[in-house]
């Protein structure tokens, strides 16, 4: 990148901006070029606000690219840019013709009253009790909620913000590397451009697995962190296609394992799939389908770790299997079904 700002034909500002944008929506920054970015940002005022309006124009005629005539206008800019690039001949020229064209579409854009502004405020999706559903979002993506799941959408002009307030949601993501696509849950943020990849909240844990593509997890979030770790691979917990992150909300701890995607994925299919899981938190899954809530009575029998596939949509079968695998009581009691361990047989 600075090799084309020193070119003997310098790029002027707008043009300069219209490659950073370029770049960041081809594919990640190197940390070569992750500080390069941030130095042009910091060299000049105008650079973020000219950055910022190349992300609108580029966002703009995405959302348009079916309209007559843009397609071609857009693939017109691109292979300007593309060209500039390869043979690196008067870059200032093949810019400038890059950064008219998508001038032009934004002003068509402004014309039709911000068609490519999505949304202002939060949408709330949610589940009941055994109700499962898929979302398709705005911007192509698609949420799968677990049962008594709850996730809330707000898309602006920069960024594409989730918020998961109870259950378990797989979120196939829309690529889009100007906008990042960020899910908050138990204090931490799961950050993506393109990808899939789930989440979960139990009463002592948050779980992020991932299916394809790549996410950060990042503690803390703040809009400089996840703006940070959309663009860089050395912010926050990364994570590749089969490893779950497992992290403790209590103390804050996270672990890193490996995960059976085809057996994460049962719940989708209306199955539970459990592998060595305390009974505890297999409760708290099977209560999401429980008309009857199930709870787990002492420490003890919480321990037991649980291993089978169950029907969701029939709590009562897990009821009746855990009880007939380990030593333990199911008494309904003021309107629930309480486990708890059996008393020792007498000698």
């Known amino acids: 990148m600075n090799a084309d700002f020193d070119d003997p034909t310098p790029m002027g500002h707008e043009e300069q901006a219209a490659e950073w944008c370029w770049r960041i929506a081809d594919r990640a920054l190197t940390p070569t070029e992750q500080i390069a970015f941030d130095a042009w940002m910091s060299a000049d005022p105008r650079h973020r606000s000219l950055f910022d309006e190349m992300v609108q124009v580029w966002r703009g005629t995405d959302a348009i690219a079916e309209m007559p005539g843009f397609l071609s206008l857009r693939a017109k800019a691109l292979t300007a840019m593309e060209t ?23 002003a068509l854009l402004l014309a039709i009253g911000g068609f490519w502004s999505l949304t202002g405020g939060a949408d709330i999706y949610d589940t009941g009790v055994g109700e499962r559903r898929v979302v398709r979002l705005d911007d192509g993506s698609h949420i799968s909620l677990d049962a008594s799941s709850r996730v809330s959408v707000a898309y602006t002009d920069d960024r594409r913000t989730l918020v998961l307030q109870r259950g378990r949601a797989k979120f196939d993501v829309a690529k889009d590397p100007l906008r990042p696509f960020t899910v908050q849950a138990g204090q931490r943020a799961v950050v993506a451009t ?4 789930s989440v979960e909240l139990l009463d002592n844990q948050m779980r992020v697995l991932l299916y394809e593509g790549h996410v950060a997890v990042v503690a803390q979030p703040s809009p400089r962190t996840i703006s940070q770790a959309a663009r860089r691979a050395d912010v926050g917990q990364q994570l590749v296609p089969g490893q779950e992150l497992v992290a403790n909300l209590a103390s804050g701890k996270t672990v890193v394992v490996q995960a059976e995607v085809s057996r994460s994925l049962a719940w989708e299919g209306g199955r539970l799939d459990f592998v060595d899981e ?6 708290e899954r099977i209560n999401r389908y429980a008309d009857t809530p199930i709870f787990v009575g002492d420490a003890a029998a919480g321990r037991h770790l649980v291993n089978g596939v169950f029907d969701a949509s029939d709590p009562g079968s897990f009821v009746t299997g855990v009880t007939s695998l380990f030593p333990l009581s199911a008494r309904r009691e003021d309107g629930k079904i309480v486990l708890h361990s059996a008393a020792p047989p007498l000698r």
């Open 278 to 283: 305390p009974l505890a938190s297999a409760v």
């Open 84 to 106: 500039a690039r390869d043979d690196h001949a008067a870059p200032a020229v093949h810019g400038r013709r890059w950064f008219h064209g998508l001038a032009a579409a934004a």
């Open 194 to 197: 393109g990808t899939a990849f």
